[in-house]
């Protein structure tokens, strides 16, 4: 039987992916419908409750930028928040929130409810309609058929999932969640390339039976950061500390003891984890070196009971787990209250995408989230909105949302995942951006939001709430270039404290303000040069503006340079091993890779800058 409503787009799957792919479809217009297992566990968070860090922090400001709904929700469900990286530079500073799991879910479902040209409905997605190699709909499990002009799937580690627990293993989406097999198949038997990955999660444990006073105790920042740009301290919710805690070297010792039934070391699980979120048992074994990891001790939220023990993920059989919990300072009568376990599951080859989200092999199909091989809320979210935003413009035959890599970490992440692929979980960090000044936390507004308002994704509100900033912001750097301060100004006499070289000649607010030892903040608390403007955010942009505007003028060049070669041709049969200077290494990736520009050839890890310049050289010498 067919619906009776045929929609523009179905998002299939209501994670951090899907979500903000039916929200971003909506918002432009176009009639969605997000199917999912459960609506109850629309914007559940699978892993660990928190939100943001260094490079997700940056997607999370992005996705915000666009309209997108994340930030929105981790402001409203945030119970501890601290600015990583804060004693450094503006490019790496990023934003990290503890959540209280249920009020994220319950905001991102509030948000999802109240979104116009939005429809739910509860069922599992069992196959595709595909006619003419386009998606045209989806068939539910009770044979339910719904039909739209494009379909973006974000079934995250549901495709074909195991789930591993010591030797014991079952199928399941994740913990207390079926599994998708009837659609695994479907798309196995489609042309994509598909493979094996797995990742995992810690047990849960009982705060109460905790002794929190033997850890160290680690409260948020103050003043509290915010993460959306249309977000305020007061939409917080009661802030409550973490705690740190250790392994030590009993925990390594009984670690060691149950490798033997461990899925990981004895062949069981095949599919590779993620690198930068290893399980415990991984740590012991790659860093034999090491007698003590850090554990952060998270709460789960302000009314539950359980907290997420961060650091020791982890497929040991049950009574490993509990042996080796109990061996940690503070846990030693610990109870578990959910088994850790690790779980594996289909994902393709983002190769076969375009830098759209659509899949090459099927028109109108989308992937987003952990089926592209990535890892990580925010890497969802990420792709999500590119994808939905892309199914929506395709129904609008208009042209699509392709971010660069020098406008968007989102950008960066696309771009990685469909030119070279991944072998394991893909997760954001901020080395993986060539531009990393431009690309910052606080800047996401200003890089996408006019975009994204051309496209629909922005909506009046953060419109106007955007542009009185950035008036402001333009209206104090014209200020601070437009005022001079002569030896004989009456500010002198407060600042040549503050300076190292006394005012000799006339320096303008900016020039002061470009010196090491002052800043925004200290030139304007002199009353004759202030006042600073009262909204925080525009003032720090005013300060990064000035301060590193020398970087930034480099990193704009460094850009134009790289466009200006972007798509120029390598010939096919190009043997780079004539180039002298070239490492094997890279010799070996460039034939292997047989990029067809330079642009793309600049994207393979661990080709430098310096390999491009001897390629360019080597290209202008054949003429
Ligand atoms: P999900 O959040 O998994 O959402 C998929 C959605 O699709 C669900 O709502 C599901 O019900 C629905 N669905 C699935 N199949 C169907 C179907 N056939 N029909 C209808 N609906 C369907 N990330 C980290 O960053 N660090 C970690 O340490 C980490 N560890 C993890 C450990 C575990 C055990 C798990 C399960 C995940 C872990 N993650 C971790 C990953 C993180 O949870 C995911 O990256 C993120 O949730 C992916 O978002 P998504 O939207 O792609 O998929």
Redesign the pocket.
């Known amino acids: 039987m067919f619906y009776h409503q045929h929609f523009d787009v179905i998002v ?8 903000e792919a039916a929200l971003a479809s909506a918002r432009m217009g176009c009639s969605t419908l997000l ?4 609506l109850d ?2 914007g ?5 409750p928190a939100i943001g860090g260094i490079g ?1 922090g940056h997607l999370v400001k992005e996705i915000d930028a666009l309209g997108g709904a994340m930030a929105k929700a981790i402001d409203k469900g945030g119970i501890q928040f601290r600015t990583l990286n804060a004693s450094k530079g503006p490019a790496v500073r990023a934003t990290r929130a503890q959540a209280d799991r249920t009020l994220y879910r319950n905001a991102i479902r509030a948000t999802v409810e109240s979104q116009p040209n939005l429809t739910l409905f509860q ?4 196959d595709l309609i595909v006619e003419n190699d386009r998606a045209v709909g989806v068939v ?2 009770m044979g339910l058929k719904f039909r739209a002009k494009t379909v973006v799937l ?6 074909g ?1 195991t ?1 591993h627990i010591g030797l014991e293993n079952y199928k399941g ?3 207390g ?1 079926p ?2 097999i ?2 695994a198949e479907r798309l196995r038997a489609l042309p994509f390339r598909v493979d094996r990955l797995k ?3 810690p047990a849960r444990l009982d705060i109460r039976s905790l002794n929190l006073q033997a850890m160290q105790e680690q409260p948020g920042d103050t003043p509290t950061p915010v993460f959306s740009f249309m977000g305020s301290r007061d939409d917080h919710p009661k802030q409550i500390p973490c705690y740190i805690t250790h392994t030590n070297e009993k925990t390594h010792e009984i670690i060691r003891g149950g490798l033997d039934r461990s899925p990981m070391f004895t062949g069981v699980i095949e599919g590779v984890g ?1 690198r930068y ?1 290893p399980s415990i048992e991984d740590k012991i074994v790659r860093f034999a070196d090491k007698t003590s990891h850090q554990i952060f001790v998270e709460p789960e939220g302000l009314n539950s009971m359980e907290v997420y023990p961060n650091g020791i ?1 982890t497929s040991l059989p049950f009574d490993v787990q509990v042996a080796l919990i109990q061996s940690i300072k503070g846990f030693e009568n610990a109870h578990i209250v959910r088994p850790g ?3 594996e ?1 289909d994902f393709f080859d983002p190769r076969d995408l375009k830098q759209t989200l659509e899949t090459k092999f099927i028109q109108g199909l989308f992937f ?5 091989g ?8 990420a ?2 909105l590119i994808a939905g935003a892309n199914a929506a413009l395709q129904v609008m035959e208009k042209a699509p949302l392709q971010l660069r890599r020098d406008q968007a970490y989102m950008g960066v992440l696309i771009d990685d995942l469909a030119t070279m692929g991944t072998k394991e ?1 893909y ?1 954001m960090f901020t080395s993986r951006a060539e531009y990393r000044l431009l690309l910052r936390e606080d800047n996401a507004d200003a890089r996408l939001t006019e975009l994204g308002r051309k496209i629909g994704l922005v909506d009046d509100e953060r419109w106007s709430a955007f542009n009185a900033k950035a008036e402001l912001v333009e209206k104090e750097m014209q200020r601070l270039r437009g005022q001079w301060v002569h030896p004989d100004h009456v500010a002198v006499g407060e600042l040549n404290p503050l300076i190292k070289n006394p005012i000799t000649r006339e320096h303008s607010l900016e020039e002061l303000i470009r010196r090491p030892e002052l800043s925004y903040e200290k030139v304007t608390s002199i009353p004759s040069l202030g006042p600073s403007i009262a909204d925080p955010a525009a003032a720090e942009q005013v300060e990064i503006q000035i301060k590193y505007a020398g970087y930034i003028a480099r990193q704009l060049d460094e850009i134009a340079k790289t466009q200006r070669h972007e798509n120029t041709l390598l010939p096919a049969n190009f043997d780079y091993s004539t180039i002298s200077g070239l490492s094997n290494e890279v010799v070996a990736k460039l034939t292997d890779a047989r990029p067809e520009t330079i642009g793309k050839a600049s994207r393979i890890s661990g080709i430098t800058p310096a390999a491009i310049s001897l390629l360019l050289v080597h290209l202008k010498k054949q003429g």
Not at 35 to 38: A, E, G, Q, S, V
Not at 154 to 159: A, H, S
Not at 368 to 372: C, D, K, T, W, Y
Not at 374 to 381: D, F, R, S, V
């Open positions: 299939v799957g209501g994670g951090h992916a899907g979500t199917l999912t297992h459960n566990t629309i559940q968070m699978s892993c660990n997700k069922q599992s997605c069992d539910t499990q974000t079934v995250g580690t549901f495709l999932g789930i989406g994740r913990a969640d599994p998708s009837a659609l990742t995992g999660t993620p979120c993920s376990y690790a779980i599951y987003a989230g952990q089926i592209n990535t890892t990580g809320y925010e890497e969802a979210g792709q999500g979980p997760r």
